[in-house]
T-cell receptor, first 113, second 113 residues
Framework: EAGVAQSPRYKIIEKRQSVAFWCNPI?????LYWYQQILGQGPKLLIQ????????DSQLPKDRFSAERLKGVDSTLKIQPAKLEDSAVYLC???????????FGSGTRLTVV | AQTVTQSQPEMSVQEAETVTLSCTYD???????LFWYKQPPSRQMILVIR??????QNATENRFSVNFQKAAKSFSLKISDSQLGDTAMYFC??????????FGKGTTLSVSS
């Protein structure tokens, strides 16, 4: 089966600019996750979707971050405006509903200068 | 709230030797899942091994095995016959059914010849 697809692979932007990341999960996977991984740290959950509904967005900085999963398939994560501390790898993952563990994409490395 | 602690920021081992990575966690729940993920420089998070808390038998996957001590809330990973390709960052993770993975801060493993 095809894996979790993410794009772009790399992105460099200036602070205060906006950026968007895209994720296409494995076909049939109802649950989709976005994680932020700062260099040298473990991934931190930003948002969890079940189909097109939000299950958990408690750690999403909603003043600047937004995410959507229209039609319950692919998803977009946006940052506007970006700050220097947003420099990180953004990982997308998907899983079957209520199935432990999930499959990750290759991530997008964001650098804010 | 659940937490995952990896107390070894860095470990090194010679090829063909055995190394053990430590992980402890904190939860008041009885049914959960534990994972070890590997993240090489390519950033792709790869599932190494999974353990269901209700199973007393330790999980094994080829050269990888775990020592699951439920009462002590400990979940260590043993890598036998280490190979150069095992060089990566290793993350311990915890999951309750239907919720997102919670990761530790990771251990960087270097395998040298």
């Amino acid at each position: 089966e095809a894996g979790v697809a993410q794009s772009p692979r790399y992105k460099i932007i200036e602070k205060r600019q906006s950026v968007a990341f895209w994720c296409n999960p494995i076909s049939g996977h109802a649950t989709l996750y976005w994680y932020q991984q700062i260099l040298g740290q473990g991934p931190k959950l930003l948002i969890q979707f079940q189909n097109n509904g939000v299950v958990d967005d408690s750690q999403l900085p909603k003043d600047r971050f937004s995410a959507e999963r229209l039609k319950g398939v692919d998803s977009t994560l946006k940052i506007q405006p970006a700050k220097l501390e947003d420099s990180a790898v953004y990982l997308c993952a998907s899983s079957l509903e209520r199935t432990p563990g999930y499959t990750f994409g290759s991530g997008t490395r964001l650098t804010v200068v | 709230a659940q937490t995952v602690t990896q107390s070894q920021p860095e470990m090194s081992v010679q090829e063909a030797e055995t190394v053990t990575l430590s992980c402890t966690y904190d939860t008041s729940e009885n049914n959960y899942y534990l994972f070890w993920y590997k993240q090489p420089p390519s950033r792709q998070m790869i599932l190494v091994i999974r353990q269901e808390a209700y199973k007393q038998q330790n999980a094994t996957e080829n050269r990888f095995s775990v020592n699951f001590q439920k009462a002590a809330k400990s979940f260590s990973l043993k890598i036998s016959d280490s190979q150069l390709g095992d060089t990566a960052m290793y993350f311990c993770a915890f999951q309750l059914a239907g919720t997102a993975l919670i990761f530790g801060k990771g251990t960087t493993l270097s395998v040298s010849s």
